[in-house]
């Protein structure tokens, strides 16, 4: 089945301590994209990717990280979190980045 | 940088009123996506509208791309309570590629 999976769907976790978020796609899109939705302000972009080893910065990319290794996963790490990184996380992937893009179930974060 | 505006933010409708959602761009967008959220999932893809002035349908949903590339609506005619869930717009232009921004959605309730 084609399909995003995200891992974890929820996590609570403290200031500070590092944390991974993983996505993964089985579809060999090229395109990946990690958002985060908040209440009123709808799905903001963090980063992309367009391939292998290409990212690059969305609208909201302040205390995020993320790599592409590979064509099918694209983690999201948060260095040190913080409370004002509660939100709910969603991946992303298309064929391309004007393509239909698919969502994961995503992934809701509480940092204490 | 680019934004995309959209409203209303909220809308309640009676089942079989008609409901339309609009959206404004700050830039000429090259394409424009629309996605609905039902309560408790992730996006899923409605439809991508690329042409100036382009119409599309599905079923009881029609979308609007404005002829300057900068506003798009979405109307949906006669509500059914399956139609509830949230309605985004995600305009793509500008001169980063690969950047997908968001409208901050409205909120669909239709009551029985």
């Known amino acids: 089945e084609a399909q995003v999976t995200q891992n974890p769907r929820y996590l609570i976790t403290v200031t500070g301590k590092k944390l991974t978020v993983t996505c993964s796609q089985n579809?060999?899109?090229?395109?990946m994209s990690w958002y985060r939705q908040d209440p009123g302000l709808g799905l903001r972009q963090i980063y992309y990717?367009?391939?292998?080893?290409?990212?690059d910065k969305g609208d909201v990319p302040e205390g995020y990280k993320v790599s592409r290794k590979e064509k099918r996963n694209f983690p999201l790490i948060l260095e040190s979190p913080s409370p004002n990184q509660t939100s709910l996380y969603f991946c992303?992937?298309?064929?391309?980045?004007?393509?239909?893009?698919?969502f994961g179930p995503g992934t809701r974060l509480l940092v204490l | 940088g680019q934004q995309v505006m959209q409203i209303p933010q909220y809308q309640h409708v009676q089942e079989g009123e008609d409901f339309t959602t609009y959206c404004n761009s700050s830039t000429t967008l090259s394409n424009i996506q629309w996605y609905k959220q039902r309560p408790g999932g992730h996006p899923v893809f409605l439809i991508q509208?690329?042409?100036?002035?382009e119409v599309k349908k599905q079923k009881r949903l029609t979308f609007q791309f404005g002829e300057a590339k900068k506003n798009s609506s979405l109307h949906i005619t006669a509500t059914q309570t399956t139609d509830v869930g949230t309605y985004f717009c995600a305009g793509q232009g500008g001169t980063s590629y690969g950047k997908l921004t968001f409208g901050q959605g409205t909120i669909l309730t239709v009551h029985p």
């Open positions: 992303a992937s298309s064929f391309g980045a004007e393509e239909t893009q698919y």
């Open positions: 509208l690329v042409k100036s002035g």
């Open positions: 579809m060999n899109h090229e395109y």
């Open positions: 990717s367009m391939n292998v080893e290409v990212t």
